[in-house]
């Protein structure tokens, strides 16, 4: 029989350059089963670790990006009519939960409180999913690990984690890597040279300077890579970056010239 | 970028200003940035009478626009004349990234001692190139900014100024050719370490050599009316000490000091006179508010917060009385029922304000231009309701559900339509208004600080009533801790109307800035509000500060205690600054991604109703 979850396996490791002890800490969290949670800035490399984790771990991962509208039954599956009656098929988590995945809820403020509370259970020593509508408890399969990911920025101002939901889980607090590490990833993502990938870094340091001052967040290592990726296309130093990380970040005309005077004298 | 022939204005500080600030600090993008670096205001106007005859220790005369930075910040001239629009714009950016170079790279103030003008000035020139290649070394981009300004040829006149400006070229762009034997000289000496230029100090024994060379060519110069070329470079005050008047401040200091002056001396009678009001107004509520806090609590009921409250008799003008505790860091703990709150119901003015409640034309415009902003949180805050008997679709889960039932021999919930109306108010604000003497301060353009949150508030509450939001509005000053006042301009479940319009009309800037007081009151306000999320917007113009806190990080830490308190009750606390150095304060107040900061106050309106529709989302 094939595997339920073959089409979540990672087939080759993505690339995952640690800035610190994440690998080892995500390790040994995972032999304990302790549900984990990834904290930093938008673009900084929270999904890549969890992927790079489940390809060392050798799980399959099932991610799941949060919304407002996302609910109980999104996630843990629904009936559906068909020709013979009604069918259940299992959502995401409850895929995970039975078949030993590790189970990522990306941006997890997003989604509402009521819907986090499914989690719960999950999330302590009971390890299981309840499934009120099909009557069923679903035991969580020994491999199976929750991650959730949160970004402690300016959109939560209103939304957080309950404490309650917060209490089960340990955390990991990522950040843009150091400059040296920042540019050696955006040379490999990009293949473009680790001098210019420098450069970019530096533009990068200097646009998160803003953050709080016209910008929100200031260009992440993704926009970088991005920005690195048109140049090794042939494209110019100021035209990448300004498709790829200033007209992005921002739409005020303030905030643009600044950012484009910072990037003259970058690169001119 | 336009064509020049379009452009018949030059650039005026006020259109650069933002964007220089938010340039300068990703310029200083580096952990351990000094506040001054990251001040940066115009030039202040010329005193009438400026003394002709001085010491010359800075290389522009009055009148002439060049740039300067001491410790209070960095001054750009208010206009580049000179330039068209686009070239102006691109000198302040130019002029800005020299001062910083020179505060970057070590540029100290020192002393003349025996410098003759003539090598004070070939010193700083030198100096000048010393930093800009410092720093175009770490930014190679730069060089290209600052080289549309390097114009000198070696056909310039043959003065000492002339030869300045070809120096600073020569020193500058190593392309440049020029035989002259002083500049073929500076620049042998200048580049006589490889792989860099001079040390500061070497830079001054090499100055001084030029200068005896140039001292001997008997060029055309008047120490008065020499001009630092080109334009983006400072007027070299920052360099040099003023030995011969140690306690003349300069020029520019002299300027300052009569801008500031004049708003300060008129804002101690308004105080003078508003404190006369308050006690006039409200002096029993404040006997009574005293025998409170002496501790006689017959009558008076503390919350689970620690706020006690005493209820009043009904009086105009005055609500409560309520003692909030206050946490003192030194002792590390709260000092319960420490400050007095009095309540005030700001009354709309009885005097018939029809003049002024019709709203000028640039009102209008900003309400124009801000309807899109509003009409989309009103779109936002219409819902899909699920599971309802009735309604204009079904519901597909609920109809899923009910068949399942059906076959599962059980009886199907009916709730099987969705339908779309607004949903149900969940999200609730309170507008907190800093009301501190210092938003009295004057604008460039006349209008106060306050006038500016004035307006802006006005409109928010305007176009959030439109959109059928639920807020409040409320504002604080404080006399120490025994004199804290609440205004409370509009309530939660009052709806908005003119009567709330025209009791902000009457704000009057007073005393200090208690924050952690006003919060701890905003909060109580709020708890008693039925909606889910709870926020408490603060605007504010400066830090927590009050006559009997003489330790800035007293209130401070107290701040950062009530916004705790308040996140703990679930109410979030965001703040909104209009102090362009606030980051210092901010940040540990209010929490990292939880505050904005506003460097240019013009653009509150449309700040806060952005701001709001973020938050509400």
Redesign the interface.
Not at chain 1, 109 to 120: F, G, M, P
Not at chain 2, 242 to 255: G, I, K, N, S
Not at chain 2, 287 to 297: K, L, P, Q, V, Y
């Given at each position: 029989m094939a595997e339920p979850l073959h089409e979540y396996r990672l087939e080759r490791a993505p690339y995952y350059r640690p800035a610190g002890d994440e690998v080892s800490l995500f390790e040994a969290a995972y032999a304990s089963r302790l549900p984990l949670m990834l904290k930093g800035p938008t673009g900084c490399g929270k999904t890549r670790l969890v992927e790079h984790m489940a390809h060392r771990l050798g799980r399959p991962l099932v991610t799941v990006a949060c919304h407002e509208d996302l609910t109980a039954t999104d996630l843990a599956g629904r009936y559906l009519l068909d020709a013979q009656g009604t069918r259940w098929r299992d959502g995401p988590l409850t895929l995970a939960v039975r078949h030993g995945a590790i189970c990522y809820l990306d941006e997890i403020v997003e989604a509402r409180q009521d819907t986090l509370v499914i989690i719960h259970p999950l999330s302590d020593s009971r390890r299981y999913l309840p499934l009120d509508k099909k009557n069923e408890l679903v035991r969580a399969h020994p491999d199976f690990l929750l991650v959730i990911s949160y970004n402690p920025g300016y959109q939560s101002a209103t939304k957080d984690l309950k404490a309650s939901t917060r209490q089960r889980f340990g955390a990991i607090q990522l950040d843009y890597p150091a400059p040296e590490l920042e540019a050696e990833i955006v040379a490999h993502e990009s293949e473009v040279d680790l001098g210019l990938a420098g450069r970019l870094v530096a533009l990068g340091r200097r646009t998160r300077a803003l953050r709080g001052h016209g910008l929100d967040e200031g260009a992440s290592t993704r926009m970088l890579i991005h920005a690195a990726r048109l140049i090794v296309r042939g494209i110019e130093p100021q035209p990448a970056c300004r498709l790829a990380i200033i007209a992005p970040v921002t739409d005020d005309v303030d905030t643009t010239e600044a950012l484009e005077a910072l990037l003259a004298a970058e690169f001119a | 970028m336009p064509a020049a022939t379009e452009e018949p204005l030059s650039a005026s500080f006020a259109d650069?200003e933002?964007?220089?600030?938010?340039?300068a600090?990703?310029?200083?993008?580096a952990p351990h940035v000094r506040p001054e670096e990251l001040r940066i205001s115009q030039l202040p106007a010329a005193p009438r009478n400026v003394p002709t005859r001085r010491l010359p220790l800075r290389a522009a005369p009055p009148g002439v626009h060049r740039s300067f930075a001491n410790l209070h910040g960095l001054y750009l001239p208010r206009a580049y004349p000179m330039f068209g629009h686009s070239a102006g714009?691109r000198a302040y950016?130019a002029a800005t990234?020299h001062l910083l170079a020179h505060l970057r790279h070590g540029t100290r103030l020192e002393s003349p001692g025996s410098l003759k003008p003539i090598a004070r000035i070939l010193v700083s020139l030198l100096e000048d190139a010393r930093v800009e290649w410092l720093l175009a070394r770490?930014?190679?981009?730069?060089?290209?900014?600052w080289s549309e300004f390097h114009v000198a040829r070696p056909s310039e006149l043959a003065t000492f100024p002339g030869l300045c400006s070809r120096l600073s070229r020569a020193l500058f762009d190593p392309t440049y050719a020029d035989p002259h034997p002083v500049i073929v000289k500076a620049r042998a000496l200048f580049w006589r370490t490889s792989g860099g230029p001079p040390s500061h100090e070497e830079c001054r024994r090499v100055g001084s050599l030029l200068g005896n060379d140039v001292g001997q060519m008997r060029l055309t110069f008047n120490v008065h009316d020499y001009t630092v070329m080109p334009v983006y470079r400072d007027d070299h005050q920052l360099q040099w000490l003023d030995e011969a008047r140690p306690d003349q401040p300069t020029w520019f200091e002299q300027a300052e000091d009569v801008a500031r002056v004049a708003p300060e001396s008129d804002g101690g009678e308004n105080r003078s006179q508003s404190k006369s009001d308050v006690e006039g107004s409200s002096g029993e509520s404040r006997d009574t508010g005293r025998a409170a806090d002496g501790g006689e609590s017959d009558g008076a009921g503390a919350d689970s917060h620690g706020a006690v409250t005493r209820e009043l008799e009904p009086q105009p003008n005055v609500g409560r009385t309520v003692l909030h505790p206050e946490w003192d860091y030194v002792i590390r703990t709260s000092r319960p029922a420490f400050c007095t709150v009095f309540e005030r119901r700001a009354e709309a003015p009885v005097v018939e304000r029809s003049a002024r409640q019709v709203p000028d034309q640039e009102f209008v415009d900003l309400r124009r231009q801000l309807q899109p902003l509003a009409r989309r949180l009103k779109l936002e805050s219409i819902g899909r309701v699920r599971r309802q008997t009735e309604g204009d679709v079904l519901d597909l889960?609920a109809a899923?559900?009910a068949?399942?039932d059906l076959?599962l021999g059980r009886t199907p919930d009916d709730r099987v339509y969705a339908r779309t109306r607004p949903r149900r108010q969940t999200?609730a604000v309170l507008l907190l208004l800093d009301l501190s003497q210092s938003t009295g301060d004057r604008l460039p353009n006349g209008a106060s600080v306050l006038d500016v949150e004035r307006r802006a508030c006005l409109l928010w509450a305007e176009l959030l009533a439109r959109a059928g939001d639920s807020f409040a509005i409320a504002g604080f000053s404080s006399n120490g801790r025994h004199e804290v006042e609440y205004h409370r301009f509009k309530d939660v479940p009052e709806p908005w109307s003119a009567t709330h319009a025209a009791r902000l009309e009457d704000l009057s800037p007073r005393f200090s800035t208690r924050m952690g007081a006003a919060l701890r009151h905003a909060g109580r306000d709020l708890r008693t509000a039925r909606q889910e999320?709870r926020?408490v917007l603060l605007l504010t113009d400066g830090e927590p500060s009050d006559i009997d806190a003489p330790d800035p990080r007293y209130l401070r830490e107290d701040a950062r205690h009530a916004v705790a308190e308040l996140r703990r009750q679930?109410i979030?606390v965001?703040g909104l600054s209009v102090d362009p150095a606030a980051?210092g304060y901010v940040?540990p107040i209010f929490g990292?991604?939880?505050?904005?900061?506003l460097?240019?106050i013009e653009s509150l309106p449309q700040v806060l109703l952005r701001l709001y529709a973020?938050?509400?989302k």
């Amino acid at each position: 029989m094939a595997e339920p979850l073959h089409e979540y396996r990672l087939e080759r490791a993505p690339y995952y350059r640690p800035a610190g002890d994440e690998v080892s800490l995500f390790e040994a969290a995972y032999a304990s089963r302790l549900p984990l949670m990834l904290k930093g800035p938008t673009g900084c490399g929270k999904t890549r670790l969890v992927e790079h984790m489940a390809h060392r771990l050798g799980r399959p991962l099932v991610t799941v990006a949060c919304h407002e509208d996302l609910t109980a039954t999104d996630l843990a599956g629904r009936y559906l009519l068909d020709a013979q009656g009604t069918r259940w098929r299992d959502g995401p988590l409850t895929l995970a939960v039975r078949h030993g995945a590790i189970c990522y809820l990306d941006e997890i403020v997003e989604a509402r409180q009521d819907t986090l509370v499914i989690i719960h259970p999950l999330s302590d020593s009971r390890r299981y999913l309840p499934l009120d509508k099909k009557n069923e408890l679903v035991r969580a399969h020994p491999d199976f690990l929750l991650v959730i990911s949160y970004n402690p920025g300016y959109q939560s101002a209103t939304k957080d984690l309950k404490a309650s939901t917060r209490q089960r889980f340990g955390a990991i607090q990522l950040d843009y890597p150091a400059p040296e590490l920042e540019a050696e990833i955006v040379a490999h993502e990009s293949e473009v040279d680790l001098g210019l990938a420098g450069r970019l870094v530096a533009l990068g340091r200097r646009t998160r300077a803003l953050r709080g001052h016209g910008l929100d967040e200031g260009a992440s290592t993704r926009m970088l890579i991005h920005a690195a990726r048109l140049i090794v296309r042939g494209i110019e130093p100021q035209p990448a970056c300004r498709l790829a990380i200033i007209a992005p970040v921002t739409d005020d005309v303030d905030t643009t010239e600044a950012l484009e005077a910072l990037l003259a004298a970058e690169f001119a | 970028m336009p064509a020049a022939t379009e452009e018949p204005l030059s650039a005026s500080f006020a259109d650069v200003e933002r964007a220089l600030v938010m340039f300068a600090r990703g310029m200083l993008s580096a952990p351990h940035v000094r506040p001054e670096e990251l001040r940066i205001s115009q030039l202040p106007a010329a005193p009438r009478n400026v003394p002709t005859r001085r010491l010359p220790l800075r290389a522009a005369p009055p009148g002439v626009h060049r740039s300067f930075a001491n410790l209070h910040g960095l001054y750009l001239p208010r206009a580049y004349p000179m330039f068209g629009h686009s070239a102006g714009r691109r000198a302040y950016f130019a002029a800005t990234a020299h001062l910083l170079a020179h505060l970057r790279h070590g540029t100290r103030l020192e002393s003349p001692g025996s410098l003759k003008p003539i090598a004070r000035i070939l010193v700083s020139l030198l100096e000048d190139a010393r930093v800009e290649w410092l720093l175009a070394r770490e930014l190679p981009g730069l060089n290209w900014l600052w080289s549309e300004f390097h114009v000198a040829r070696p056909s310039e006149l043959a003065t000492f100024p002339g030869l300045c400006s070809r120096l600073s070229r020569a020193l500058f762009d190593p392309t440049y050719a020029d035989p002259h034997p002083v500049i073929v000289k500076a620049r042998a000496l200048f580049w006589r370490t490889s792989g860099g230029p001079p040390s500061h100090e070497e830079c001054r024994r090499v100055g001084s050599l030029l200068g005896n060379d140039v001292g001997q060519m008997r060029l055309t110069f008047n120490v008065h009316d020499y001009t630092v070329m080109p334009v983006y470079r400072d007027d070299h005050q920052l360099q040099w000490l003023d030995e011969a008047r140690p306690d003349q401040p300069t020029w520019f200091e002299q300027a300052e000091d009569v801008a500031r002056v004049a708003p300060e001396s008129d804002g101690g009678e308004n105080r003078s006179q508003s404190k006369s009001d308050v006690e006039g107004s409200s002096g029993e509520s404040r006997d009574t508010g005293r025998a409170a806090d002496g501790g006689e609590s017959d009558g008076a009921g503390a919350d689970s917060h620690g706020a006690v409250t005493r209820e009043l008799e009904p009086q105009p003008n005055v609500g409560r009385t309520v003692l909030h505790p206050e946490w003192d860091y030194v002792i590390r703990t709260s000092r319960p029922a420490f400050c007095t709150v009095f309540e005030r119901r700001a009354e709309a003015p009885v005097v018939e304000r029809s003049a002024r409640q019709v709203p000028d034309q640039e009102f209008v415009d900003l309400r124009r231009q801000l309807q899109p902003l509003a009409r989309r949180l009103k779109l936002e805050s219409i819902g899909r309701v699920r599971r309802q008997t009735e309604g204009d679709v079904l519901d597909l889960d609920a109809a899923i559900d009910a068949s399942v039932d059906l076959r599962l021999g059980r009886t199907p919930d009916d709730r099987v339509y969705a339908r779309t109306r607004p949903r149900r108010q969940t999200f609730a604000v309170l507008l907190l208004l800093d009301l501190s003497q210092s938003t009295g301060d004057r604008l460039p353009n006349g209008a106060s600080v306050l006038d500016v949150e004035r307006r802006a508030c006005l409109l928010w509450a305007e176009l959030l009533a439109r959109a059928g939001d639920s807020f409040a509005i409320a504002g604080f000053s404080s006399n120490g801790r025994h004199e804290v006042e609440y205004h409370r301009f509009k309530d939660v479940p009052e709806p908005w109307s003119a009567t709330h319009a025209a009791r902000l009309e009457d704000l009057s800037p007073r005393f200090s800035t208690r924050m952690g007081a006003a919060l701890r009151h905003a909060g109580r306000d709020l708890r008693t509000a039925r909606q889910e999320r709870r926020l408490v917007l603060l605007l504010t113009d400066g830090e927590p500060s009050d006559i009997d806190a003489p330790d800035p990080r007293y209130l401070r830490e107290d701040a950062r205690h009530a916004v705790a308190e308040l996140r703990r009750q679930s109410i979030q606390v965001f703040g909104l600054s209009v102090d362009p150095a606030a980051d210092g304060y901010v940040r540990p107040i209010f929490g990292e991604g939880r505050y904005w900061v506003l460097d240019r106050i013009e653009s509150l309106p449309q700040v806060l109703l952005r701001l709001y529709a973020r938050l509400a989302k």
